[in-house]
């Protein structure tokens, strides 16, 4: 062998490919480095619109709680610290089904499962 700098080639490992493996290739036909990964955009929530400052403040929520084997009426159209007490008579959170006043539908909303565990925890126990 020759130490001719010009006959030496550098071999590289192509892991490009697909299916059978990887192929060592001259470095000379090596395909250009791909380019760099697009990042994906973090998209963020929809906010909702903040009230005009001279808009009249919010009235309390309004809820209603619902026995659900009995259908017995629990608290009907009473706030927040009304339920928490008539929750404490509750053994379960199964046991009840919770509502909220929905002022745009003008209609009682059923509180989603996060939501009613959220009111269970702050519940008054009796």
């Known amino acids: 062998m020759s130490d001719d700098p010009t006959k030496k080639k550098t071999w590289v490992l192509d892991t490009e490919t697909k299916g059978t493996g990887a192929q060592v290739i001259p470095f000379s036909k090596q395909p250009p ?54 929750l404490g008579r509750v053994a379960k959170v199964g046991d009840v089904s919770l509502f909220v006043w929905a002022v745009e539908a003008e209609r009682w909303r059923l509180l989603t499962l996060a939501e009613q565990q959220a009111v269970w925890k702050r519940r008054t126990p009796a």
């Open 33 to 86: 480095p791909p380019a760099a990964p697009v990042r994906p955009q973090p998209v963020g929530r929809r906010r909702t619109p903040l009230p005009e400052p001279g808009a009249a403040p919010r009235a309390p929520r309004r809820f209603r709680a619902i026995g659900v084997m009995s259908r017995a009426v629990l608290a009907d159209d009473v706030e927040l610290p009304e339920l928490l007490v008539a």
